[in-house]
């Protein structure tokens, strides 16, 4: 082009001048989506493009989506109550979808920003079906290798074959469930490192899930209670495993629990809470065999059975996994989502690997997360002390009962949640009053 100007006019070569700076610009604005969004690691946002196949501007739009999900799915469970059908995210990507039961629920959906779905089986049913199943696993055959609600399908899925007495001994309607043949074998990932690597008794290694107040939460399967750890050197508080799979080190003194995952690119990802991602939500998962690996989160409250027996109440996913990879940190975003439970496949072929919420684990011990403040965050069922006055913002974090004011109006929060643009107090009246 610039051969060209050399023999054009005056004009023209300041028209190139301008075409320049048009040209700078578009790069500057490239440089920005290019660019992870603010709060997100460097090394996650590479992750979600590979693993996704996704651009740059598609994983930034893909983690905006799943921050609205997150929270659309938190405010919905409470304000639909028993006719909630589960939250997801679309198969495209590109949108969220809201379970409703009843008809007339589909217009708090929308005020949402979410596309209502009716279906015949709320999320409470669904997962009453799953306890039932749950109660009953020892009755399952070895050709069963688990089963979860699928909120997209509204149908429970048990995995496997010969599956007919197991239904039986649950007394489940069988219209609700489907029966799927599958090539999965899974096992629990001990020998493996996803964050730190520690080691139990005479030199078994797992890996930190997510620090907490006093330690760390990691894998049920990798330590009984009492087990002494090195590396950070501590002691297993607490383990359940199977039924469930997860487990709370305390360590020793001068071990210093962070807010951060390694990221096995030179740096470390920061933590900065837990709030539970949609289902259809990207998620990625850290671990020392396979470094860092994105998929997006399949299923919830799915059960599977391993040689050593069952554990219910897991995350499905498809983000890869391989053995040394157990107990590591599963994040959606910045927040903390759960630890690597085991699996089938691998990075290969692929697979499908299953997580233990993180927020069952705080809950079940009492402990608090600890944010990339550097210091401890709200534990999954803490309250904070509302903030008072203020004028309302996108983006922002609101608890029950705090007041705003937007529009020369005062307005009290009705639901805790995290603020969106188009979520202004005026158009969410499930939202603020």
């Not at 998929?295 to 983000?319: D, E, H, M, P």
Request: include cysteine; proline fraction near 5%; charged fraction near 10%.
């Amino acid at each position: 082009m610039r051969r060209t100007a050399l023999v054009l006019s005056v004009t023209v070569t300041a028209a190139l001048v301008t075409t320049g700076v048009l040209t700078h610009n578009a790069l500057a604005a490239s440089d920005t989506a290019a660019a992870p969004p603010p709060g997100v690691a460097p090394a996650v946002f590479s992750a979600l493009q590979r693993d996704l196949h996704l651009t740059p501007a598609q994983a930034r739009d893909r983690l905006t989506l799943d921050s609205r999900a997150a929270t659309t799915q938190q405010v919905l469970r409470k304000t639909l109550g028993a006719g909630y059908g589960g939250t997801w995210v679309t198969a495209d990507g590109r949108s969220v979808a809201v379970g409703v039961t009843d008809l007339v629920q589909q217009k708090a959906v929308r005020n949402l920003g979410a596309t209502p779905v009716l279906v015949g089986r709320s999320e409470a049913q669904l997962n009453d079906i799953v306890a039932r199943l749950d109660q009953h696993s020892a009755a399952a055959p070895s050709t069963v290798k688990g089963w979860y609600a699928d909120l997209r399908a509204n149908t429970v899925v048990v995995l496997g074959s010969l599956a007919q007495s197991f239904l039986a001994a649950a007394a489940v309607d069988p219209a609700a469930v489907r029966v799927e043949a599958t090539s999965e074998d899974p096992k629990p990932y001990i020998d493996v490192v996803g964050g730190n690597a520690y080691y139990i008794g005479s030199g078994t290694r797992c890996s930190i899930g997510f620090s907490v107040n006093g330690g760390f939460v990691s894998a049920g399967h990798c330590g009984t209670s009492g087990a002494r750890t090195t590396q950070p050197s501590g002691t297993f508080r607490g383990s359940s495993f199977p039924g469930n799979d997860y487990s709370w080190v305390q360590v020793d003194a001068g071990n210093t629990p962070r807010g951060l995952v390694n990221n096995y690119s030179g740096g470390t990802v920061a933590v900065a809470g837990s709030t539970e991602a949609a289902v259809g939500a990207s998620v990625c998962r850290s671990g020392s065999t396979t470094g860092w690996r994105c998929g997006t989160i399949q299923q919830k409250n799915a059960s599977v059975t391993y040689s050593q027996g069952t554990v219910t109440g897991l995350v499905r996913s498809n983000a890869c996994a391989e053995p040394g990879d157990s107990g590591g940190s599963w994040l959606s975003g910045t927040q903390a989502q759960g630890v690597t439970s085991g699996g089938s496949g691998n990075c290969t072929s692929g697979g499908t690997m299953y997580y233990q919420p993180v927020n069952e684990i705080l809950q079940a011990y009492g402990l608090t997360l600890v944010t990339s403040g550097g210091g401890p965050g709200p534990t999954a069922t803490a309250t904070t002390t509302p903030p008072q006055g203020g004028t309302w913002a996108p983006n922002t974090v609101y608890a029950t009962g705090a007041t705003v004011t937007y529009g020369g109006r005062s307005y009290r929060c009705l639901q805790g949640h995290t603020s969106q643009v188009g979520w202004e107090p005026p158009n969410v009246p499930a939202l603020w009053s």
